[in-house]
């Protein structure tokens, strides 16, 4: 690879990792949103809101680590 691609693939991980981080947050805002609001049920919906926010949080903290140790160089290269 040439130097330019090899930085075009970090700065691709650098945003993939950033989007994931995004979209857990967003997912934890919609299922807290549910949970509280009057957005499907009238006075919310803790079945539906609570698993939905769970979620995004684990997508939120685990999502980039998981993508970290996916991406990892193997020792020796």
Known sequence: MTPSEEEAVWRNRFITINLTRIGGTLVVMVGLIIW??????????????????????????????????????????
């Open 36 to 77: 509280y609001g009057d957005l499907l049920v009238e006075g919310g919906s803790m079945t539906l809101g609570l698993p939905m926010a769970l979620i995004g949080l684990a997508i939120s903290f685990g999502g980039p680590v998981w993508l970290a140790k996916k991406w990892k160089t193997p020792p020796g290269q």
